[in-house]
């Protein structure tokens, strides 16, 4: 049996991550690939109960301390129910966000809580992604983006614009901190171009 691997993809919102994961698992499924393509919040039943929790109603719903919390239990079910079982089963699990949007996002809203997140994430998470996707892009950009999609779902981009900036500086000084495991690619380029590229790295990383 072929071993698991565990890909996430990041970024601000907007900036392409929904629309990179499915074409990656769409071309590794193709290749003949077993794979799992799952989201956070969410990716468990129970998680996306918690998922509906964070990403609806007004800004101002939870302070930044009981989010944290919500977030964290919503990723300990995804780990337990998805990504774990799905990992042994040698399965290629393909998440849209994962614990560094936890680091980065929350770190941004309340920067005293990073010691909070790191601390969490070590009692309760501790799986570490193989390999990370940081879709970099102007904010300006992502935005217009995001809130095109009128999901319903928009409690956090209504943050504004100078949020989104703080979340891309965030992201790019993670990649310092894992940069064994963190790429980061320009979003800004073509879908196609930038799909073809993912699909490059992570076979290499499967011949590794
Ligand atoms: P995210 O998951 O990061 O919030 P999405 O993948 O949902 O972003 O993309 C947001 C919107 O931008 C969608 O309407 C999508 O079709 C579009 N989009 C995604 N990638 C690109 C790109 N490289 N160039 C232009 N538009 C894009
Ligand atoms: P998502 O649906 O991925 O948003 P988008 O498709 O717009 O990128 O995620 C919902 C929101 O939750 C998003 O604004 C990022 C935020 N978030 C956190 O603040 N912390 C986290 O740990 C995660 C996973 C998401």
């Not at 998922?51 to 944290?68: I, Y």
């Not at 990992?87 to 560094?100: E, H, P, T």
Request: proline share 3%.
């Amino acid at each position: 049996m072929s071993k698991g691997l565990f890909i996430t993809f990041e970024g601000i919102d907007g900036s392409g991550k929904s629309t990179q994961a499915k074409l990656l698992a769409k071309s590794l499924e193709d290749s003949g690939r077993n794979v799992i393509l799952t989201r956070e919040p969410g990716g468990s039943s129970g998680a996306e109960l918690i998922r509906k929790l964070l990403v609806e109603g007004p800004p101002n719903r939870w302070s930044a301390e009981t989010e944290l919390l919500l977030f964290t239990a919503a990723r300990r079910d995804h780990i337990e129910k998805t990504i774990n079982p799905s990992l042994a089963a040698g399965k290629i699990v393909i998440s849209d966000r994962y614990a560094d949007s936890t680091r980065v996002y929350q770190g941004v809203t309340r920067g005293e809580l990073r010691s909070s997140v790191d601390k969490l994430h070590e009692l309760m998470i501790v799986k570490e992604p193989d390999l990370t996707f940081i879709i970099d892009m102007d904010p300006s950009v992502a935005l217009k983006r995001g809130l095109s999609r009128n999901s319903g779902e928009d409690r956090f981009e209504e943050f504004g614009l100078s949020f989104q900036y703080k979340l891309r500086e965030g992201f790019i000084e993670l990649q310092k901190d894992f940069n064994s495991r963190c790429i980061v690619l320009d979003g800004s380029e073509k879908i196609n171009s930038l799909s073809s590229k993912i699909y490059k790295l992570v076979q290499k990383k499967l011949d590794d």
